[in-house]
């Protein structure tokens, strides 16, 4: 069984890779709800019912292929900041970071898969892969299930398919969904248009940490509201395809801002890499905001594309629980805010300044040469 | 599963009603469901008719103080959480809930991934909801002899589901 230590160490998998369209969208997530036919949902069950399904449930899945030397944990054991690493991860949801009894999570070494036990069902699986890659993802957590229902009894009805707590997860139980990293559509001021106009198709967007989240680092996600009535695959392929527009959007909006007011760019790349290298208070807020423009950098080569997975890791480690587990002792609001500066600076002491300031890429090339 | 009446023939009809705020099942054979009259739709606290169950009790159920006889969950605290308390909650509180359903979701039927152990009776149930569905409206436009083909063909589906469930139990 892998320690919690070994988790921090490593970084998930899909925050090192990217994958298809990596530059705009971050991460594709699938998560699969169920719960066992003859007993309570999490919420209304009585202590010894959690625990009874706990029971039936972990041994089920540890026992997977796939979750060969996984971490696995009930939360109960799990110190607070190590439950907000995990919400920090993605991996557990806040929901379930402030149960107790019987609430359990499971993940591979990965970090690509992860089963959650008595959060608001019974199971709550999902799969996270890099860039868009819904379709893998959902094939990846459709192979787990397939799995666990020869040695779990679910909850399904003919009529409404798998039985969840809230019939808002009615029918497939999936919620599929995409992180995108949208600054050329936040700068260009086009972002609640297009908020807006995915509400409006029965998609949800929400920020960095779902349901009632602020948009941190113009990082949004996109995910599928409707579970019943639909096929998962159908389901997919529409949230696929408004995400792809998206990115239409998201690439014109850099493209023109690059055109029409590079120096505002210049200007917020430049400023960004000035405060990452030497400032010594920065905030979990400011500190995202920095590393998007930092990224957004990056994708307009502004710098080198090996810094890319750096950035993408420091989006995770700068925040709150991870900071304390790196200190290892509780940290104040200051004192956070002075070690995530020092830790940023570090980690970007060697990135050279933004190189495109002036002129194109080529011409500046040819001048160093000279 | 046996009658509850003759315990002897198979039962193939389920009854589900729900009386003072508790669930009661009734599974009969066909013959005893015949003879009890169960086929009329107007009858009228059938378990209670058919196995004297709360023969005294009068029927004044609002929904509010409607109980899971499985979970204790009551459609209170539905409104209250918009969450339900076991799966058996959504036949218990199932009136209504379709038209709640259907502003949620994209449409009513599940049309999903269906878990193996299920696959046979979901088969089967839509297929039985689609032809009652047709039969209905045949009915409904005096085509008689279309409705008197959709009852032999409901029939044969009923027959083959149950020979089929009977082989799945093998």
Redesign the interface.
Known sequence: MMQFKTILKNPAQWMLSSGPYGEIVISSRVRLAR?L?????P???VEEDRIEVLNRVKPAVENLNEMSGAFSSDLSNLKAVNKQILVERHLISREQAAKAAGSAAIMNRKQTLCVMVNE?DHLRMQSIKAGLSLSDAYKMI?EV??KL??TL???????????T????N???G?RASAMLHLPGLVLAEQINKVINAVNKI?LAVRGLYGEGTEALGNLFQISNQ???????NEIIARLEKVIRQIIKHEENAREKLYIEKRTVLDDKIGRSYAILRYGHIISTKEALDLLSMLRTGIDLGYFSDDIRALIDVLFMEIQPAHLQFFADRKLGAEERDCLRAEIMCDRLKSLPEPSKFSSNKSNEQSSQED | MNCDVCQENDATVYLTQIVKGKMQKVNLCEECAKQKGVTDPTGFALADALLGIGSDEKMDVSADSLECESCGFSHAEFKKTGRFGCSECYTVFGFGLESLVKAMHKGTLHLGKVPSRYQVTKKYNDQITELKDRLRIAIEDENFEEAARLRDEIKLAEADYITSNESEIE
């Open positions: 719960n036919r003859d007993i309570s949902f919420g209304w069950a608001e459709d299930d397939t229902e020869s009894d679910y909850a399904f009805d003919n009529q409404y398919g798998y039985l707590a809230c019939p808002t009615l029918g497939t999936m029965g409707h579970t019943l009535g639909e096929q998962e």
